[in-house]
């Protein structure tokens, strides 16, 4: 036999308990929009340096890429556009960016990558500002929701200097 205050109290215990699933999704859901990546970038190698005939430096390198995006995928995300950027200061300009490396990520499983390459683009000044030169690298991402905006971001990597001499 069920009183009315035994189905009132049920009822608000149940009311409760919806109000605390509720708070648990929000902060969950909170979360996920609040992504978290990480990189770090190694370079393994100068494979060579060289002030070219027409007088821009030119390096080559091999690098260590590493990165966690996966936190940048959620249910709409359908893919992100990631590249990675040597960026430094010369007397002519107070941002030089050279792109190194891109990639597309086509789902979460493959966000959480290592790659162990050579600059895929040219890394040239225009100059020869290179030698010592102070560097930071920056991974920069472009996330393309399935609907929506499209949002980008970045991590800046400091603390890569070039050798001094051409080898
Ligand atoms: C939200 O993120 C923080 C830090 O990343 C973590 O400590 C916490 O457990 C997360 N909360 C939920 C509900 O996932
Ligand atoms: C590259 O970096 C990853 C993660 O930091 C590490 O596990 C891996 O051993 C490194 N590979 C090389 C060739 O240094
Ligand atoms: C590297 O990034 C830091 C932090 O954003 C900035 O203060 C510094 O000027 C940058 N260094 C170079 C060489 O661009």
């Known amino acids: 036999m069920h009183s009315f205050g035994y189905r009132a109290n049920a009822l608000l215990t149940f009311a409760i308990t919806i109000l605390a699933v509720m708070c648990a999704i929000a902060s969950l859901s909170d979360n996920f929009t609040s992504p978290h990546p990480s990189s770090k970038v190694q370079v393994l190698n100068i494979n060579w340096f060289r ?25 709409n ?6 590249f990675l950027a040597a960026e430094y200061e010369t ?16 789902a979460k499983e493959h966000a959480k990558f290592y790659i162990h390459t050579t600059n895929k683009y040219r890394f040239v000044d225009q100059g020869s500002n290179l030698r010592g030169r102070d560097f930071n690298m920056t991974l920069h991402w472009h996330v393309m929701p399935k609907t929506g905006k499209m949002f980008a971001d970045k991590i800046v990597m400091t603390g890569f200097r070039l050798p001094q001499s051409y080898r």
């Open 51 to 75: 002030n070219k005939p027409d007088g821009d430096d030119e390096v080559s390198m091999t690098m260590n890429i590493s990165a966690d995006l996966q936190s940048l995928f959620t249910w």
């Open 77 to 82: 995300t359908k893919q992100v556009f990631v």
């Open 91 to 106: 007397p002519q300009n107070s941002l030089n960016q050279v792109s190194l490396w891109d990639g597309i990520i086509p």
